[in-house]
């Protein structure tokens, strides 16, 4: 299927999204989806034009997305808190056509503002109907950009083919029903919050709820005023949540997703133990997508991300590509109808990247007897220390154990004895200071001596990246030596 035919398959009647005060049925969807791509054909988008799209969490994101891909260019979602100078690399290193913006942006290329869609589409700016243009569902749909932690960022290309085909396996790992209204916070230039939060309800005909950015408190007054039943969100908003949260404001929900990074094992149990409703979950990466894992509906198990979605393999490897037996640790490889089409521009990091046909995700895992997967770290996050293998999640979810313990993450400092030793960042509740001699006394009988933090630090915030992660990599610049 062809993306934006997903519109075609809600009731024309139903409302399709709801943003602010709006209430956008399907049928005016696919009006204002036609309205835009009318108007972006005139400004000579064609098929193949890489086309930018910077846009905070919107009806007009989804309507400028769709109508791109209609008429065969490809979208390139931006971060919106990228700076001029990582935009115009994007921008260069696609050889970008036009930016489709919510302002002006500083940057060398051609655009199209436009901030309100109902004003300066259907009022001020009418165009002539643009032709059906000849598409298949492997044509690129969008190119998305990595955070570039190992690097300048790298260019994703996704198919139609691609998205429809994990959209439609996020519709079944969740069995979705028609009534289904999801809570879209996490930004939607990420691929985790674009496929799960929106274009599964889109390809099932539910409802999407837009919320245009993470407000705590706004955060929960949306999901009880418009009834949301299907949440996704990344740990740091479950340990809000959970602090803030009540049964009343979560009556309507059907089920919580877990996504983005590790969900510590001790926030899951608390959160159920709260609310009576199981967190669920799931893994993937944008090269994928980006759904690759899902813990089954009623058969989660915690500390996992659960079994394959239909139309994906996975497999746990050695460095020599040879697949591991159950519980032994190794590289998570995929492949299936979700994997990419490699790198822009860039065959030789695709070739590195897809082996035949496996995508090597760059995680470490081990695989249980009934075929759950689990994560254990990122190859680039595993500590050495005197030669032995440490893994920060590990060490993490021993932390969140210790009394008042909101955030934790564990990252490995050069150290001349032994290469490398464990440094644990901390937050704890309003008002509480970390007392480090019982800090270290709680993990002593928990973790073997080489694992035990050498460095103990406590921060008031984890600095994280757009979508909420927590970003290691900040944490390792801020406190180098």
Not at 357 to 370: A, I, Q, R, V, Y
């Amino acid at each position: 299927m062809l993306l934006h035919e997903m519109i075609n398959n809600g009731n024309p009647e139903k409302t399709a999204i709801i943003y602010k005060d709006k209430k956008i049925s399907y049928k005016e969807f696919k009006e204002s989806v036609n309205s835009l791509r009318n108007y972006l054909y005139a400004q000579g988008v064609k098929k193949g034009d890489k086309v930018g799209l910077f846009y905070k969490n919107s009806a007009e994101f989804i309507f400028s997305y769709m109508a791109i891909v209609s008429l065969g260019g490809v979208v390139v979602p931006f971060n919106i808190m990228l700076t001029p100078r990582e935009l115009n690399y994007i921008i260069n290193d696609c050889k970008m056509e036009l930016i489709v913006t919510m302002k002006q942006l500083e940057v060398d290329a051609k655009q199209v503002v436009l901030p309100d869609l109902y004003e300066d589409i259907f009022v001020k700016k009418v165009a002539p109907a643009a032709p059906t243009i000849d598409m298949v569902e492997d044509d690129e749909c969008v190119i998305i950009y990595t955070s570039g932690t190992t690097g300048s960022p790298k260019g994703a290309v996704l198919t139609h083919k691609n998205l429809s085909e994990n959209a439609k396996s996020v519709c079944d790992c969740v069995q979705m029903p028609k009534e289904e209204i999801s809570f879209a916070v996490l930004p939607m230039f990420h691929s985790f919050s674009w496929t799960t939060m929106v274009l599964a309800e889109i390809y099932f005909g539910a409802t999407v709820c837009v919320m245009e950015m993470f407000v705590p408190g706004d955060a929960l007054r949306t999901i009880a005023e418009n009834k949301c039943t299907l949440i996704c969100g990344v740990p740091a908003m479950y340990t809000f949540y959970l602090a803030a949260g009540t049964k009343e404001m979560f009556s309507n929900v059907r089920i919580f997703v877990s996504g983005g990074a590790s969900l510590p094992v001790e926030v899951l149990k608390q959160f159920e133990t709260k609310f009576g409703i199981r967190i669920m979950e799931g893994y993937g990466l944008s090269e994928a997508s980006p759904v690759v894992c899902f813990n089954p509906m009623g058969k989660g198990k915690p500390g996992s991300i659960g079994k394959v979605i239909p139309r994906v393999e996975a497999k746990i490897v050695d460095s020599e590509g040879n697949e591991l037996p159950v519980g032994e640790i190794g590289e998570l490889v995929v492949r299936g109808t979700n994997v990419m089409k490699g790198y822009l521009n860039l065959p030789e990091e695709t070739a590195k990247t897809i082996v035949d046909g496996w995508l090597h995700t760059g995680d470490l895992g081990f695989k249980d007897s009934e075929d759950y997967f689990y994560i254990v770290d990122r190859i680039k996050d595993m500590i050495i220390v005197s030669g032995l293998n440490v893994y920060p999640k590990e060490i993490e979810e021993e932390i969140y154990k210790f009394p008042d313990v909101v955030e934790a993450a564990v990252v490995g400092v050069p150290d001349e004895k032994r290469g490398e030793v464990v440094a644990a960042f901390v937050v704890l509740k309003d008002g509480k200071e970390l007392d480090k001699k019982e800090f270290l006394s709680f993990l002593k009988p928990r973790l073997a001596s080489y694992k035990m933090p050498r460095q103990v630090y406590q921060l008031d915030v984890l600095p994280k990246n757009a979508t909420g992660k927590i970003a290691k990599k900040e944490i390792r610049k801020k406190f180098e030596k």
